[in-house]
């Protein structure tokens, strides 16, 4: 059984900063890619991040270039974004992944989500 925990979200004005966690726990052998995906009310989930095993950034959302930052831990499984200069508009529940790797197979696995309000 594995668990994706995040943490960090909350309210905050615009312009500010926020750093979410995320890190994983079970029966893990090793994680591939990990990232952040956001959905806002009424609108589709959409990919913001994602980072190889090696620390490569593999993508980043347009909206967010320059102002969103991924990085990982791999000695305590955890996936990091940094969130600066925040918009209205990036008021989402946030949500991180993990694909993780055991010794049959490879699963994707999804936390439960933290909500970011961006708001005067």
């Known amino acids: 059984q594995v668990q994706l925990v995040e943490s960090g979200g909350g309210l905050v004005q615009p312009g500010g900063s926020l750093r979410l966690s995320c890190a994983a726990s079970?029966?893990?052998?090793?994680?591939?890619?990990m990232g952040w995906s956001r959905q806002a009310p009424g609108k589709r989930r959409e990919l913001v991040a994602r980072?190889?095993?090696?620390?490569?950034?593999?993508y980043t959302e347009d909206s967010v270039k320059g102002r969103f930052t991924i990085s990982r831990d791999n000695a305590k499984n955890t996936v990091y974004l940094q969130m600066n200069n925040l918009k209205p508009d990036d008021t989402a529940v946030y949500y991180c992944?993990?694909?993780?790797?055991?010794?049959?197979?490879?699963?994707?696995?999804w936390g439960q989500g933290t909500q970011v309000t961006v708001s005067s």
């Open positions: 992944y993990a694909d993780i790797v055991t010794m049959t197979q490879v699963t994707g696995y």
């Open positions: 079970g029966t893990i052998g090793s994680i591939n890619d």
């Open positions: 980072v190889s095993k090696g620390g490569s950034i593999k």
